[in-house]
Each structure stands twice: as structure tokens, then as C-alpha cells.
């Protein structure tokens, strides 16, 4: 008979010694910072779901079509051409992400990630709402699925859709997204497969895969070693203070701690870990041990804070130092590039224009003794909609004429297109080997550039300049 290797201790907290899943069914401890918490999860979903909606000029807030390739952040459309403005913005996230975590640790981790906002503020309540408290769900957990489960099932699968589909809309938009909800799956399958895909993966994440993302999936926890330092924010227990801990009524006398060893941060933990064994990358900083022990505090007519908003170097030596080299070198990096990021945006227009000689030699004689000089127009449209631009010449020698077979240039949104055309001149015109005229671009709804161009042609015999 074969036997199941037992592990000499438990080597994640999410499973037990045999291998299989321990289950996390946290008692909730609603201290001021649940409520602050709740209160930020609330707005955060409601930008969630709003930004989507969102226009600024009548382009979304944000959106990011892999399909089509286009890339709006607060209006301004990024195209794949702009591989220096997006590198900008990735450096920059990169950076921010390192002062944020420098500063105030993993901050994000428990009040703002998604993850954590969903779960613990949204889905977690509507569980303990629905199956009852941590003991109905053990219970549950022992005795299997019952009503109750297959209704929470069901109601996590509808939320699952519908947070699914306004996570769809920020790569897709909403009024592709809304064609898709409006018409049969048959008309579209392979946009019902991604929705589909996408509500099944956030199903199996809320009731299946819950804190191990965190735990197991998330890059971010496993770099906290390197991104905080000992002056970083965290929620920390205080062994100074705490240890040694002794049950309330057994052997408490002078020498024992604040800790009463009741558990109660044990049992709140969202990710089951015990805070009391020091800083651990498992801990999202969700602050509900806090706040369980500073109600075991105002029992115990001790003042709160055992565990606290606190850093290492405050736990080790009392003393808190905020600002540190490290700080400033981060926000100097921060201040360059969102400061380039500003300009280069502010600098946008709704269109790019590029005048390119045209290939092969630099003129030609055409038959009638005109010279003609080809050149090459390429518009790059960033606007939300299709456009057309004409072109036309200004400040030209007289008799100089423009040839254009596509005049004007329809462009789609978010697309570049490129166009031939010629200039012709007689021979006089350029009787010096050159002559100048600008190139005049209009979409005719507010967008005009002006191209200054040097046209080239032979040097009329005995022109000596
Ligand atoms: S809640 Fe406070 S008193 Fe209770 S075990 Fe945790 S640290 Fe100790
Ligand atoms: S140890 Fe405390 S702050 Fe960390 S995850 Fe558990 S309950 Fe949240």
C-alpha cells in the first residue's frame, strides 16, 4: 500500500503536510481599517467599471486594442509606432511601483490590487452572506457542496461574467463590446470565446484559485525583498512588546507580554499565516490582523498598536526615518520621465506627417520638358475616426503643379497610410538646380500642417550660383 510523503512542516499556508488544500476561511475583524478598506475597494470598482465609459474629447480614457493596435491613455492615442513613448510610460509604472513599494511597502497589495479588492471586499463578503460564517463554511468544507455553496456558485458566476466583460471592454472598447452582449455568440464566435474564456478564468480565480494568486502566481510579493528596505512601510507585530505571550488566564504575571495568544490574527488572516513569525512574503498587508488585535486590546484594557503600521528599523530600534538616498533618486527618475512622457504628449497632434522623397532619381524630364520631382506623403491618423486629408501647394513659383492620384487621403483611425504624388515645374523654375515650396495638409475639421519642401532639377547651363 502506497502512503502519501507527509512534509515535515507546513511549506505553504495554503497546504497542509500531506499536500492537500488547506482552505482559508477567514473571520472577518471590521476595525476602522476594514472600513477605510471597504470604502476605497467601493470607488475602485466604480472606476472599474466606469473608466471604460469614460471619453476625454471623445476618445476613451483608456484603452489598449492589441487587435488593432491602438493605445489610448487619457485620450491620446499611442500607436506602435511610438515605441519610445510606451517604453517611457512601462519604464516609468517600473519605477513608480519601486518608490511606492520603498515608501509605503505593499500598500497596493492590500488596499488597491484587484485581486485583493475583489476577493476580500466583494466575493469573501458575499460567501460568509451566503453560506454563513468561518465555522458553517469548515463545516461545508468537511461535509461537502450543499444549496447554499451552489448558490454562491452561481451568483460568483454571474459577477464573474459581468466584471469579465468590463475587463474585456478596456481591450476591445465599449461599443464593440456592446455588439458582441446584443448578438448572437453564432455571429461572433471568436469574441464569445474570449469572453467566454475570460469569465471562466475569473470564476475559477474567486472560488478556486483565491489567495494562492497571491501566494503562488503574483511576481509582486516575491520582490519584496529587494524593494523594501528597513525603513518601508509594513504591518508588523511587535515582539518587543508582545512576547512572551501567555494565554489570558493561564500564568499572565509581570514578565508576560501584551499577546494573549488567542489567535485572533491567525484566524482574520486572509492568506492564513500567523504575523506573529515576522515579516513573510505571503502577507498582502491587508491590516485585518490590525485590526483584530486592537479589539483584543480594547478588551484587555491594553493599548492598541501590537500590531501596527510600523517598519522593520522601527520594530528593531524605535526610531522611524522616512527619507532616505534611495527616495530621491527614484523620484528624480520619475520627475525626468513622466516630465518627457508630458511634453511629448502635449506635443501630439491628431496627426503625423511625414514627406519622403520619392525613389529612384531625384527628378525627371517628362516629355513635354516640365521636370517632375516624386515625392511620398505619409499620414499617421492617432484621431478616433476615420479621416481624409487634401493636399495642396502654397507659396509654389508660378507654374508649378501638383499631380496627387489619391487626393485627398482617406486615413482610418489609428492607422498610417502612404500616398504618391508628383510636382511638376517648367524648366526655368529650377534653373538653379532647386526650388522651395510647403505643402499644405488639411482634414478640413481643424488639423492643418504645413511641410516645407526643396525640389530639385537640372542647373540650367550657365547659371553660375
Ligand atoms: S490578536 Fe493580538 S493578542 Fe491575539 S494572538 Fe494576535 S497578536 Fe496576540
Ligand atoms: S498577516 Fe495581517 S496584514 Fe498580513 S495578510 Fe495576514 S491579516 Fe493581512
Redesign the pocket.
Known amino acids: 500500500m502506497s502512503s502519501i510523503p507527509q512534509a515535515q512542516e507546513r511549506v505553504l499556508s495554503t497546504l497542509n503536510t500531506d499536500g492537500s488544500r488547506r482552505w482559508i476561511r477567514?473571520r472577518p475583524s471590521r476595525g476602522r481599517f476594514y472600513r477605510r478598506r471597504l470604502l476605497t475597494a467601493w470607488s475602485l470598482m466604480l472606476l472599474f467599471v466606469a473608466v471604460p465609459f469614460g471619453r476625454i474629447h471623445g476618445k476613451p480614457v483608456l484603452l489598449l486594442d492589441v487587435p488593432t493596435r491602438e493605445f489610448v491613455f487619457f485620450g491620446k492615442t499611442f500607436l506602435p509606432t511610438d515605441t519610445f513613448l510606451l517604453m517611457l510610460l512601462l519604464f516609468g509604472i517600473f519605477v513608480g511601483i519601486f518608490l511606492v513599494t520603498a515608501v509605503f511597502g505593499r500598500l497596493w497589495c492590500?488596499w488597491a490590487c484587484p485581486q485583493t479588492v475583489y476577493m476580500e471586499l466583494l466575493f469573501r463578503p458575499l460567501e460568509r452572506w451566503i453560506e454563513g460564517g468561518r465555522k458553517r463554511q469548515l463545516e461545508l468544507d468537511r461535509r461537502g457542496a450543499d444549496g447554499r455553496r451552489m448558490l454562491k456558485y452561481a451568483v460568483f458566476f454571474l459577477l464573474s461574467a459581468f466584471f469579465g466583460n468590463i475587463f474585456l471592454a478596456y481591450f476591445v472598447g465599449t461599443h464593440r463590446l456592446a455588439a458582441w452582449v446584443t448578438s448572437s455568440p453564432a455571429q461572433h464566435p471568436a469574441a464569445f470565446l474570449v469572453m467566454a474564456t475570460v469569465t471562466l478564468l475569473m470564476f475559477a480565480d474567486f472560488t478556486y484559485f483565491r489567495e494562492q494568486v497571491c501566494l503562488v502566481a503574483c511576481p509582486y510579493g516575491r520582490f519584496q525583498s529587494v524593494l523594501l528596505d528597513q525603513s518601508s512601510l509594513i504591518?508588523g507585530y511587535d515582539p518587543g512588546r508582545g512576547e512572551p505571550r501567555a494565554k489570558l488566564r493561564k500564568g499572565r504575571g509581570e514578565a508576560t507580554g501584551d499577546c494573549i495568544d488567542c489567535l485572533k490574527?491567525v484566524m482574520?488572516?486572509?492568506?492564513g499565516?500567523?504575523?506573529r513569525d515576522g515579516l513573510?512574503m505571503?502577507?498582502?498587508?491587508?491590516?485585518?490582523?490590525?485590526d483584530?488585535c486592537d479589539a483584543v486590546m480594547d478588551k484587555v484594557g491594553r493599548p492598541r498598536g501590537l500590531?501596527r503600521y510600523t517598519s522593520k528599523a522601527e520594530l528593531e530600534t524605535g526610531r522611524r526615518r522616512f527619507l532616505r538616498p534611495r527616495l530621491f533618486a527614484y523620484a528624480a527618475i520619475l520627475v525626468a520621465i513622466f516630465g518627457t512622457l508630458g511634453y511629448s504628449l502635449a506635443a501630439k497632434r491628431s496627426a503625423d506627417v511625414t514627406v519622403l522623397r520619392g525613389l529612384g532619381a531625384p527628378f525627371t524630364r517628362l516629355a513635354s520638358g516640365r521636370i517632375s520631382n516624386q515625392i511620398r506623403l505619409k499620414i499617421v491618423n492617432r484621431s478616433g475616426e476615420d479621416r481624409s486629408y487634401a493636399f495642396s501647394l502654397k507659396n509654389a513659383p508660378a507654374g508649378v503643379e501638383l499631380i496627387a492620384p489619391e487626393n485627398p487621403l482617406t486615413v482610418p483611425r489609428a492607422s498610417s497610410g502612404l500616398t504618391a504624388a508628383f510636382i511638376t515645374a517648367p524648366p526655368e523654375v529650377c534653373a538653379s538646380g532647386e526650388y522651395h515650396a510647403t505643402l499644405h495638409i488639411d482634414d478640413g475639421i481643424g488639423f492643418q500642417e504645413d511641410v516645407p519642401l526643396r525640389l530639385l532639377g537640372p542647373v540650367a547651363h550657365g547659371d553660375t550660383r
Open positions: 477567514p492590500g504591518v490574527c482574520t488572516c486572509p492568506t499565516i500567523d504575523i513573510q505571503e502577507c498582502i498587508h491587508c491590516t485585518q490582523c490590525i483584530a500590531i
